[in-house]
C-alpha cells in the first residue's frame, strides 16, 4: 500500500523566513500529488497539485512545490512566509492515470506557526 | 456554488448513542468522500462512493460506522452505537470526475465528542 510521510510534525519560523516542508511517499508508479492547507478551525483547501509536466508547480498565495520522481518527493516551498501561513499543510498522493477511482492518501500534517 | 455543506458543525453526545453526520456535495460532482481526523491517526479515508454507489468502505472502522447516499445530493456518516474514542473531527469531500488528477472540495467538517 501507498503511504506519505511528512517528517517535520511540527515547525515554528518568523516571519520572512523561507520554508520548505518535505513530503515523500511510497507509490513506486505515475502519481498525481497535492498539497492541502488546513487554516486554523477551517477545512482543508486545495494549495496546489502536480499530474505532469513542469515539476516545480506554483499554487496560491506564493506556494510552489517541486516533484523530483528520483526522490519519491513532492516538497513544498515559500521564500518569505507570512504570519497568516499559520496552518496544517497536508501532502496527498493518488496513483495515475489509471487510477479507478479518485482515493487520496494523506500524510501525517505539518503544523506551522509563523511568529509576528 | 456554496461549496460541501456538512451538519451538524458540532455535535456532543454520550456513549452508546446514535450519531448521524450529514453531508451535501457540491452539485454535479460525482464522487463523494468521508474523513476522519484526528491528533493520533491524522486524516483517514474512511468510505468513498462514485454516482451515489459505494466504491471502497475498507476505511470504515468497523461495523458501527455506515454509511449512505441515497441521491446526488445527500450522504450520511453514521456511527450506532458511539463511543468516546471516535471522538474526532469527520469531512466530508466531493469532486467531479473520475480523473486522480482532479481536486477533492472539503466541507467545514464536524466536530464529533464522545463522552
Not at chain 2, 476522519?36 to 468510505?47: A, H, V
Request: proline content about 6%; charged content about 15%; some cysteine.
Amino acid at each position: 500500500a501507498q503511504s506519505v510521510s511528512q517528517h517535520n510534525h511540527h515547525v515554528i519560523l518568523s516571519e520572512a523566513a523561507s520554508l520548505e516542508l518535505g513530503c515523500n511517499y511510497s507509490y513506486g508508479g505515475t502519481v498525481n500529488l497535492f498539497w492541502y492547507v488546513q487554516y486554523p478551525g477551517q477545512h482543508l483547501q486545495l494549495l496546489l497539485k502536480y499530474f505532469s509536466g513542469d515539476p516545480l508547480v506554483k499554487g496560491i498565495k506564493g506556494f510552489e512545490a517541486e516533484f523530483i520522481k528520483s526522490k519519491f518527493s513532492f516538497n513544498l516551498r515559500k521564500p518569505s512566509v507570512q504570519w497568516s501561513d499559520t496552518a496544517e499543510y497536508f501532502c496527498a498522493v493518488n496513483p495515475g492515470p489509471n487510477n479507478a477511482g479518485n482515493m487520496l492518501t494523506f500524510g501525517g500534517g505539518t503544523r506551522l506557526m509563523v511568529k509576528p | 456554488d456554496a461549496g460541501v455543506i456538512q451538519s451538524p458543525r458540532h455535535e456532543v453526545t454520550e456513549m452508546g448513542q446514535e450519531v448521524t453526520l450529514r453531508c451535501k456535495p457540491i452539485s454535479g460532482h460525482d464522487y463523494l468522500f468521508w474523513y476522519r481526523q484526528t491528533m493520533m491517526r491524522g486524516l483517514e479515508l474512511l468510505i468513498y462512493f462514485n454516482n451515489n454507489v459505494p466504491i471502497d468502505d475498507s476505511g470504515m472502522p468497523e461495523d458501527r460506522f455506515s454509511a449512505k447516499m441515497p441521491n446526488a445530493s445527500f450522504s450520511t456518516l453514521k456511527i450506532q452505537p458511539s463511543e468516546p474514542r471516535d471522538s474526532a473531527v469527520y469531512f466530508c469531500a466531493s469532486s467531479f470526475g473520475a480523473g486522480s488528477t482532479e481536486t477533492q472540495y472539503f466541507g467545514p467538517g464536524t466536530r464529533l465528542l464522545v463522552l
